[in-house]
């Protein structure tokens, strides 16, 4: 009998008597059951935060604190069972999900330490008037299966410490961590401050419609962003939203290809390109075209792509079938069209687990649907650029506004290029770095709202002006 994984109501670990099964995707075996949850245990979550919300809102922000580090002790103590049930059930190699979990628990610990202070407004002979941040509510959390334990603790930790009690929706796909993970922190959270209950994905809108749930805060694709806010509107909740991205990469003509070879594959192929924040879009000046594609090329050769739990392999499987099928269609579509791959293009679906191999394509045009739609699969198209202008205008025309980065031997110019893209984060010679002290949000169809950094703690806080009239003030 497969492992039974319960949820967090009220501070107990309760099921519901109907399962769900999770799959590991290297294996297509079911690991894990978790319950389906419906809109009784929904009520009873909201009902056990609502509760919560009275007391965890007066408490003093150093008591939170304390709480918040005690779910980053819990995590870093059984990070070793806890990242090798992670590669089960997202598929990430060992090495890249003890980044996760650890990523997790330092993260907690760090915005542990954030500070909502008060603003003195106005004091002088007529007024004091201050400006204190108070928390919006209940919050109901959803997250998506490519990092699922770094995007709940991205959700959970800023709502504690803000003052908010909070449900916490994992993706269907991958519960499991997350569900170990709230087993580990139920006795040292008090009980309705935290709440995390698993369902399918008809759970979501229950959530978006509940009555008594304040805020929104989601990370997931465009699509489902949308409906959310749609949903939302119907009372006004507060909605942080993180969505869908197609982030380009810039590499300037000074830049060194040795150098920039492998962490430009890294930037593509980590988490099998199931990052939001991974370059979709590679564009390469024509006078290191060729050499630094086929450095990539050779680099990504010696890449093994296989079950993430097997030692030296550097990429896993597509976290679930529905994203292969969709990954392995754009694959498809670019060879129906006649493009040039570098490397991969060849799946097999009749073996088991959802492998895709390493893909790079040489030079397709702008409107190929592999470069103008987000991929999220180990796939890496290399276009050639003339001049500034001309990239600056390819990689802004996207509907999506997440990332991007530059990479060059003479930083001004590549801050200079920065400035022109229309993005929320811009890197110069790296990628993938977050930190959480800056706020991270996407522009256009890529979210709304931030998280991270004081800028995200305060998308869990209304404002409010206290103003205190001086006697001395005529009438
Ligand atoms: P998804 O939108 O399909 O699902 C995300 C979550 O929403 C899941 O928990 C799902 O059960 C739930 N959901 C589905 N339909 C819903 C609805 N109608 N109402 C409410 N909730 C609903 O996304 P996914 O496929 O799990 O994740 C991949 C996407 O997430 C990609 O587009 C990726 O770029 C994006 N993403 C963004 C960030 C970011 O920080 N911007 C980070 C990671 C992933």
Redesign the pocket.
Known sequence: MVTQYKNLINGEMVDTGQWLDVVNPATEEVIGQVPSCGKDELDKAVAAARAAFKTWKKTPIEKRREAIMAVSGAIKENADELYRLLTSEQGKPHQQAQQEIYGAAGISAAQATLELEDEIIQDDDTRLSRHRRVPVGVVGG??????PVM?AIQKIVPAMLSGCTIIL?????TPLTTLRIAELIADKVPAGVVNIITGE?D???M??AHPDIDKIT????????K??ME?ASADLKRITL????NDASIVLPDADPKKVAEQLFWSSFSNAGQ??IAAKRVYIHEDIYDELSEAIAEYAKNVKVGDGAQQGTGVGPIQNKK?YDRVLELIQDAKDNGYKFLLGGDADPSGSGYFVPLTILDNPPEDARIVAE?Q?GPVMPLMKFSSEEEVIAKANNSEYG?AGAVWTANPEKGVEIAEQLETGTVWVNEFLHLSPFAP?G?HKQ??FGAEYGTEGLKEFTYPQVITVKKDNVPA
């Open positions: 959803i997250v998506p299966w490519n990092f995007m929706k994992p993706s269907p796909f994905d759970l979501g809108p959530i978006t989601f990370t997931g694709s465009t699509a489902t962003g409906k959310i949903g993180e969505l869908g991205g990052i939001c994203q987000e999220f997440l991270f996407g890529s979210g």
